[in-house]
């Protein structure tokens, strides 16, 4: 019995175009990371705080490390943020950070990607090519079934 009208050729697609989403996505996130470090201004900044978050008792992991980053901008403003997967090590609270960031949106983008802190742009890329390569995958064995190849 098919669960899904189609079958195989359904399933790779569905889930082709659902690990494709996501390539994008992590695609998109490296693109504003590099756009930030390329472009932004750039600002002293500290770890403020590391906390341990609930992720909820149906995951494997239900923890999470977070780091929230302080800076003060140029017109001197106080900013907190969260970034994504600092690094593989993490960094103790009070350690010295290089920040960039959107003069117009400093609270909503902001990295440490930089030196000593590579993880925001490592972990996206990562995901984006294994994702991007499975998802590649999934559709051309979908074509293939179709017989399009």
Do not use: I, N, Q
């Not at 590391?50 to 106080?78: I, K, N, P, Q």
């Not at 994504?84 to 400093?106: I, L, N, W």
Request: hydrophobic share 50%; charged share 20%; proline share 6%.
């Amino acid at each position: 019995m098919d669960v899904l009208p189609g079958g195989t050729a359904t399933f790779l697609l569905l889930f082709g175009l659902f690990l494709g989403a996501f390539a994008v996505r992590s695609a998109l996130r490296l693109s504003r990371v590099l756009s930030l470090v390329r472009h932004g201004e750039r600002a002293e900044g500290r770890c403020a705080e590391r906390r341990v978050v609930d992720r909820g008792a149906d995951r494997e992991r239900s923890y999470a490390t977070e780091y929230v980053f302080a800076f003060r901008t140029l017109d001197g403003r106080e900013v907190e943020f969260v970034d994504h997967a600092p690094g593989p090590f993490g960094f103790e609270v009070g350690a010295p950070v290089r920040v960039s960031y959107d003069p117009a949106a400093p609270e909503k983008r902001a990295t440490v990607a930089g030196p000593r802190a590579w993880g925001p742009v490592v972990m996206p890329a990562v995901f984006a090519v294994v994702l991007g390569l499975f998802a590649a995958g999934l559709l051309v064995g979908f074509a293939a079934m179709r017989g399009w190849l």
